[in-house]
């Protein structure tokens, strides 16, 4: 992973085996990146994906069990709330920058990697994205925020279908979440032209659109923190991540 | 089994994965003829729902092994 300042732009590049897995290095690259990028000067930012499989496949569930199954028991709650409010605090910062956030997604785009996706201000999504909150396979909710930030760019009863199925959804039957559809491949050219477009506009203007337009939704990303948080506990939580982990199919991002 | 579907299938996942036509029967398994990952049937099932204009949700494929099986999710779709 790493990001660039391309003046005016900013880019952050994700790039880890096996499909960007967010767990403790991805947080810990985000963490640093918003410490030492030049926001200040920045126009825009990009976040982009070089890894071929997809933008990202969620949160790191190898991690995630290993910690369940070889740390001491009365550690798990503080260390995954630590876990959780810090990738909270990274999300929140992406999603409230003063400028303006474009995601550009391909292939797999799901769980944690969709919530990812759901703080940029616009999506380009290549042909092959497919959109996917899976959670619900391992007994689960979403836990990055991103039940409240989907409900701010669909229907209800999109989300519905997203979390209750866990079925992934192809980009071009979303239009209401993507601002463009584009061929594979294309998308990161596609992004940075409309970076360099968006520098154009007045900073102190786009600062207050980007306010006026995205509603405070607070109170709902801690109610679903709080859920996800008790929800993780649950020793079949555990049990359905030890399936995953130990499934040596090839298929992973295939519902069972 | 629908075989304008399984010949579309087949011209697909040919052309896609590089792959002789002879190899792909109906009763043979996708995963080891194609030699795929479920990232390659994610990428298969977006152009299957895009060329013949429908939605396959991805749990239909849950029980899919053979290319007769895939023909017979998307046929009962047309």
Known sequence: ?256 | MNQNVFLTIQKLASEKFSISLDLIEPSKDIFTTLQINSVDVLSMLTDLENHFSIEIPDYELQDVRSFEDLTNVISDRL
């Open chain 1, 1 to 256: 992973m790493k990001w660039h300042f391309d003046h005016p732009i900013l880019h952050i590049e994700l790039n880890c085996e096996p499909c960007n897995e967010i767990g403790m290095s991805m947080l810990s690259f985000f963490e640093d990146f918003l410490q030492q990028a030049p926001l200040e000067n920045a126009k825009a930012l990009i976040i982009s994906s070089s890894n071929a499989k997809g933008f990202s496949a969620g949160a790191d569930l190898r991690s995630l069990y290993e910690g369940l199954t070889y740390e001491p028991k009365k550690s798990h709650k503080e260390k995954i709330e630590n876990f959780i409010d810090r990738i909270h605090h990274v999300l929140d910062t992406l999603d409230l920058l003063p400028i303006p956030v474009i995601a550009v997604t391909h292939g797999i785009c799901f769980g944690g990697g969709f919530e990812l996706a759901l703080v940029a201000d616009i999506i380009i999504a290549e042909e092959t994205t497919r959109f996917c909150f899976p959670e619900l396979r391992l007994g689960l909710i979403p836990g990055f925020g991103g039940i409240p930030r989907l409900m701010r760019e669909v229907s209800n009863q999109t989300i519905r279908d997203f979390l209750l199925t866990g079925r992934s959804i192809q980009a071009k039957n979303l239009p209401s979440l993507v601002s463009q559809v584009v061929p594979s491949g294309k998308g990161l050219g596609i992004a940075k032209k409309m970076a360099l477009q968006m520098s154009k506009f007045d900073t102190n203007v786009v600062q207050i659109a980007k306010k006026f337009i995205k509603p405070e939704i607070k109170e709902k990303l801690h109610e679903e923190k709080a859920l996800f948080i008790k929800m993780v506990l649950d020793p079949k939580v555990q049990k359905a991540l030890e399936s995953f982990v130990q499934d040596t199919s090839q298929q992973p991002y295939l519902p069972k």
